[in-house]
């Protein structure tokens, strides 16, 4: 029998007993409760508005409006609202929390209720085109537009949803007497404490504004788990822990956080063992259930290893080595007789791009067996995956023999399929290619006009992980500057879920309003400037 059939016959049997049976059932409900031991208090600052501001149309400014003061906050409280009509507050910077406020009455009485309309907006672009007709992919009800209806005069209301903004606008619907909006601030909350590192004192104004607009967003991020985005996404992500555990580990350094999501994940795996990509607290922790993304859950792994250097917590890594290890297991089928890996119809997320995916699930692929196996000898379960070491060099040989072009030096696709950056970035990542090979792979697909091109923060990360791994810490840094730096330029006080630095306008969403402009996946600059501060903070 060929070795793909024995496989498919053993692959058959470990389904029919997991489905018969609950891998992971009787350490469900302890990893549950150890998650919430470890769920955090949030902490709380007021926020007050600093300025009334108006919307100015600006062709130079990013996605083509901007915000300028006029007086008008200094009597804010004084001034009838009724005669006002609407009013737009700058809150001088990116903040997640809860507005405050309440209607103060002019020397009349409220004889009637009051109807506002709130919008909440994280960028003037944002704030200042129409939302309906609605043109997004995805539910309407993300915008942070409210409307409400408050009965009760000269006393604190505060706004049941949470929202992620620093824009905003407050519409007068109705309302028949004399009121002042008084007491305007926002209660915003993380997690995230102080930043417990430090950068050199001549280090390049540059990098510290990158760095000071990586951790507000990581900040932000960190709620009582780490956070996909605070406006939209509410949730956690296993791609976002992994860059988000990175990031703090050079920061914040909280990781109780990153303790909790490893358990909560690990709680919440499926009957066979397999996690989801995303999960939910409320209004109990659950996963979204059908969100199986092969390449997030083979990531699981390396925020565990990631947590155990940190930390030295072998007692977690023991305790929670089961699940790391089964994510690499069930994919093991996919490994051909060629020992290439096959993607087949499993979803793969690498970035918001359209793109041949096998090539750069090679890398992947090859990715979670090495950092698996190092995670294995680290807390002596070395010999569990003794066998992995071994696949993982045939693996590397027959991704080679496959898609390594030695006359381009790229990892290209043998259907003819472009070339794309994120290929070349995962041969790095997994060991397909040395740094001498991976530096010239990068170089000349970052050079090749036709090439399939990173197009988020998320993929960005891994080309600058890929570059250093190369040797290429000047392009690195060039990259950072260029590409995290471009954000700062336009006036990101947290950085955004997507950036093309050729289309301010650019989303997957098909609506630019939808995009988070305070997201995760982007925080990572903090990491590789505390990590390699003789390539970044010179």
């Known amino acids: 029998m060929k070795r793909v059939a024995v496989i498919a016959a053993l692959w058959a049997l470990c389904a029919f007993i997991t489905y018969a049976q609950d891998v992971f059932q009787d350490s469900r409900e302890r990893w549950m409760a150890i998650a919430e031991q470890c769920k955090p208090e949030l902490q709380m600052t007021e926020v007050v508005p600093v300025s009334v501001v108006k919307a100015v149309e600006d062709a130079a400014a990013f996605q083509g409006w901007k915000y300028v003061p006029v007086p008008g906050l200094e009597n804010l409280s004084e001034v009838d609202f009724k005669q006002m009509g609407s009013v737009t507050l700058d809150f001088g910077r990116h903040i997640t929390g809860h507005l405050v406020l309440r209607l103060k009455t002019l020397g009349d ?42 009965y009760t005069a000269d006393r604190d209301v505060r706004l049941d949803r949470r929202v992620a903004f620093r824009y905003l606008r407050i519409e007068l619907l109705g309302g028949n007497f004399k009121f002042a909006l008084d007491g305007l601030r926002c209660e915003a909350t993380t997690s995230a404490g102080e930043c417990r590192t430090a950068l050199n004192d001549d280090c390049p104004q540059i990098i510290k504004d990158i760095n000071r607009v990586s951790l507000a967003t990581l900040s932000e991020c960190m709620q009582t788990v780490y956070e996909d985005g605070p406006k939209r996404d509410r949730r956690l992500w296993i791609g976002d822990l992994y860059l988000e555990a990175l990031a703090g580990r050079y920061s914040y350094k909280n990781d109780l956080l990153t303790k909790r999501c490893l358990y909560l994940f690990a709680a919440l795996t499926d009957a066979n063992g397999r996690m989801m990509a995303d999960l939910f607290e409320e209004p109990e922790p659950h996963p979204q259930w059908g969100t199986y993304c092969l390449t997030y859950s083979l990531l699981y792994p390396s925020v565990l290893l990631e947590y155990l250097n940190d930390t030295g917590d072998t007692a977690t890594a023991l305790d929670l080595w089961p699940v790391a290890r089964f994510q690499v297991e069930d994919a093991l089928w996919r490994v051909r007789d060629d020992y290439t890996c096959n993607a087949g119809r499993a979803w793969l997320f690498f970035d918001h791009a359209v793109m041949d995916l096998e090539v750069p699930f090679q890398g992947a692929m090859l990715f979670a067996l090495n950092q698996t196996c190092e995670l294995a000898e680290r807390i002596g379960k070395g010999d569990e995956v003794k066998q992995w070491r071994n696949l993982a060099a045939k693996v590397r040989k027959g991704a080679r023999a496959r898609y390594y072009n030695r006359k381009s030096g790229l990892m290209e696709s043998p259907d ?42 998320y993929a960005m990360h891994y080309l600058l992980e890929a570059m250093i791994r190369c040797g290429m810490w000047e392009q690195a840094r060039a990259t950072m500057v260029d590409y995290w730096g471009g954000m700062v330029r336009k006036g990101a006080d947290t950085f955004w879920e997507v950036y093309n630095p050729e289309d301010d306008l650019h989303s997957p969403y098909s609506f630019y309003p939808l995009n988070s402009y305070c997201h995760a996946w982007s925080c990572t600059p903090t990491y590789f400037i505390y990590k390699y501060p003789d390539v970044f903070q010179r």
Request: hydrophobic fraction near 45%; charged fraction near 25%.
């Open 109 to 150: 009485v409220m004889d009637a209720p009051v109807r506002l309309k709130f919008f909440f907006g994280e960028t003037p672009g944002e704030m200042n085109v129409p939302l309906d007709p609605w043109r997004g992919s995805l539910s309407r009800a993300w915008m942070q537009d409210e409307t409400v209806t408050i």
């Open 416 to 457: 003819g399929s472009p070339a794309s950056v994120h290929a070349q970035i995962w041969a790095v990542m997994g060991g397909i290619l040395n740094a001498k090979e991976g530096r010239k792979a990068l170089e000349t697909i970052l050079a090749k006009e036709d090439a399939v091109r990173a197009n988020s923060p």
